[in-house]
């Protein structure tokens, strides 16, 4: 079964920085490429960052520069290093694989003075 949990999302003021993590159990990690998503308060589910099995990345365009991607095969974990951050970041963030219909509990960042 899989299972998915999201965590390191805190009250952080902006300009500040967080490290978010991912751990998935119930599948062969390493062969999965990993997306971070998150919720903004009145929008939709946005896609944020990608790395593949291969540790190929992307971004969304907006979020370059800002965030950082990577994975730890070894520990089943994907994280999400924010930097500079703004208070329009403030939302759920969640990490999930392609195809996969389950999603976690997601992780809480505020970014406010």
Same mark, same amino acid.
């Given at each position: 079964?899989?299972?998915?949990?999201?965590?390191?999302?805190?009250?952080?003021?902006?300009?500040?920085?967080?490290?978010?993590?991912?751990?998935?159990?119930?599948?062969? *990690?390493?062969?999965?490429?990993?997306?971070?998503?998150r919720q903004t308060p009145g929008k939709q589910?946005?896609?944020?960052?990608?790395?593949?099995?291969? *540790?190929?990345?992307?971004?969304?365009?907006?979020?370059?520069?800002?965030?950082?991607?990577?994975?730890?095969?070894?520990?089943?974990?994907?994280?999400?290093?924010?930097?500079?951050?703004?208070?329009?970041?403030?939302?759920?963030?969640?990490?999930?694989?392609?195809?996969?219909?389950?999603?976690?509990?997601?992780?809480?960042?505020?970014?406010?003075?």
């Open positions: 079964q899989v299972q998915i949990v999201e965590s390191g999302g805190a009250v952080v003021q902006p300009g500040g920085s967080l490290r978010l993590s991912c751990t998935i159990s119930g599948i062969q *990690f390493h062969m999965y490429g990993m997306n971070w998503y589910r946005e896609w944020v960052a990608f790395i593949s099995s291969g *540790f190929s990345i992307n971004y969304e365009n907006s979020l370059k520069g800002r965030f950082i991607i990577s994975r730890d095969n070894a520990r089943n974990t994907v994280y999400l290093q924010m930097n500079n951050l703004e208070p329009e970041d403030t939302g759920v963030y969640y990490c999930n694989f392609p195809a996969n219909p389950t999603w976690g509990q997601g992780t809480q960042v505020t970014v406010s003075f």
